[in-house]
């Protein structure tokens, strides 16, 4: 009889467990999925919003580019709408969402190691163009663009690792959802026809949270809708 009720009672403890950890498993996804889902939206509503401020105000370009990181595996991608805030003006704003994969983060003094992670951010700048003044066919054709703005982060990294000096189980967050950096860009667009230019440019982030300064170099093409390219 009171191996019975042992039996009993270590049955019904596993399966408390197994709902327990279903449990978990589920508000996991859940919790992920909806992240997932936060990010989509905010990143369409931003270009939504963008797209129909721009339409009201000036023909819209759009951006896309390849990013060659710092370290040696670093890349990924940005895409982007631009406008000027008035017609044939030469100061713009930007709005653009950008991945860069296989980003290096040092690990403390005590740990002779490195992990490289995921960082994706939308971005909002403002910028001057200042288009080449010149007879050469090459040169004339060229505009230099310095932008100057923000990212906001939509990934959160976070790194495990024990302390040799202590055993103690340490948590690190090289970055964090929602935070905020300062951007820095040198553009040069080269016009190829009336409504199409070949972008490179450079991107630099001085302090990026706790990965320090992170700098891609990159390459791509920008459209202009409606009435062309001002440069």
């Given at each position: 009889m009171?191996?019975?009720?042992v039996?009993?009672?270590?049955?019904?403890?596993?399966?408390?467990?197994?709902?327990?950890?279903?449990?978990?498993?589920?508000?996991?996804?859940?919790?992920k999925?909806?992240?997932?889902?936060?990010k989509?939206?905010?990143v369409?509503?931003i270009?939504?919003?963008?797209s129909?401020f721009?339409?009201?105000?000036?023909?819209?370009?759009?951006?896309?580019?390849?990013?060659?990181?710092?370290?040696?595996?670093?890349?990924?991608?940005?895409?982007?709408?631009?406008?000027?805030?008035?017609?044939?003006?030469?100061?713009?704003?930007?709005?653009?969402?950008?991945?860069?994969?296989?980003?290096?983060y040092?690990?403390p003094?005590?740990?002779?190691?490195?992990?490289?992670f995921?960082?994706?951010?939308?971005?909002?700048?403002?910028s001057?163009?200042?288009?080449?003044?010149s007879?050469?066919?090459f040169?004339?054709?060229?505009?230099?663009?310095?932008?100057?703005?923000?990212?906001?982060?939509?990934?959160?990294?976070?790194?495990t690792?024990?302390?040799?000096?202590?055993?103690?189980?340490?948590?690190?967050?090289?970055?964090?959802?929602?935070?905020?950096?300062?951007?820095?860009?040198?553009?040069?667009?080269?016009?190829?026809?009336?409504?199409?230019?070949l972008?490179?440019?450079?991107k630099?982030?001085?302090?990026f949270?706790?990965?320090?300064?992170?700098?891609?170099?990159?390459?791509?093409?920008?459209?202009?809708?409606?009435?062309?390219?001002?440069y």
């Open positions: 009171v191996v019975s009720i039996k009993i009672n270590i049955d019904n403890n596993e399966q408390e467990n197994l709902i327990l950890q279903h449990s978990h498993l589920g508000r996991n996804i859940m919790v999925n909806l992240s997932k889902l936060r989509t939206f905010a369409g509503g270009f939504i919003a963008s129909l721009s339409y009201s105000v000036n023909a819209l370009e759009v951006a896309g580019n390849i990013h060659k990181g710092q370290d040696a595996n670093s890349q990924g991608y940005s895409f982007s709408l631009a406008d000027s805030f008035t017609k044939g003006g030469n100061f713009y704003w930007t709005a653009s969402y950008n991945n860069l994969e296989k980003v290096k040092d690990l003094f005590t740990i002779t190691d490195e992990r490289f995921k960082i994706n951010t939308i971005d909002g700048l403002v001057y163009r200042h288009k080449i003044q007879y050469n066919a040169f004339k054709k060229l505009t230099i663009e310095y932008q100057l703005g923000a990212s906001l982060a939509l990934t959160e990294n976070k790194l690792y024990t302390d040799p000096n202590s055993s103690d189980t340490v948590e690190i967050y090289p970055s964090q959802e929602n935070d905020i950096n300062m951007v820095l860009g040198v553009v040069a667009h080269y016009k190829l026809n009336k409504n199409t230019a972008n490179l440019g450079v630099h982030q001085p302090n949270s706790e990965f320090g300064a992170i700098t891609s170099v990159y390459v791509g093409l920008s459209y202009r809708f409606g009435r062309g390219l001002d």
